[in-house]
């Protein structure tokens, strides 16, 4: 899932009602709560405010399904299967918006500082959940292909 960089657009105006005259009795406005910081979810308050202000209004963009046949006579086909990434290219599974949310409110300014206790580390509901290129491979059972891309480039793409 990504974290849309565009605001959303303003609400398009108010409709002037029926055209018979009648008009909708207004909504009753229900009190929200305010919304306060919750270190349950969030690293630090600077993470939250992260949040509240700016990946809060976002949109999520959906990843999209990626299905072999459709590059059967093309490179990255043959790159795909030869690599074993169709568990990777594979139907995205459903997302919780606001947990995606709070990733990337929580993603910290060192995640890439090997001095940094957090070093490649995301805080999420009260856990430090490993955010590193090889835990991504781990989880999608991958052996390092980028180590093998720069070795021998020519192999990986060869049919």
Not at 121 to 138: D, E, G, H, K, N
């Amino acid at each position: 899932m990504l974290l849309d960089t565009m605001p959303r657009s303003k609400k398009p105006a108010q409709d002037a009602g029926p055209i018979s005259g009648k008009r909708k009795a207004p909504s009753k406005k229900t009190s929200k709560q305010p919304v306060t910081y919750d270190d349950t979810k969030f690293e630090t308050e600077g993470a939250w405010l992260v949040y509240k202000n700016v990946t809060s209004s976002r949109n999520i963009i959906p990843e999209r399904r990626v299905l072999i046949s459709d590059f059967a006579n093309d490179l990255l086909g043959h790159v795909i299967e030869r690599n074993k990434w169709e568990t990777f290219v594979a139907t995205p599974r459903v997302a919780y918006v606001e947990i995606v949310k709070e990733f990337y409110a929580n993603i910290h300014d060192n995640l890439d500082n090997p001095e940094h206790p957090q070093y490649q580390q995301v805080y999420m509901r009260v856990q430090y959940i490993p955010f590193s290129p090889l835990a991504i491979l781990r989880y999608y059972e991958l052996d390092n292909t980028e180590t093998d891309i720069y070795k021998n480039p020519i192999q990986i793409c060869k049919k």
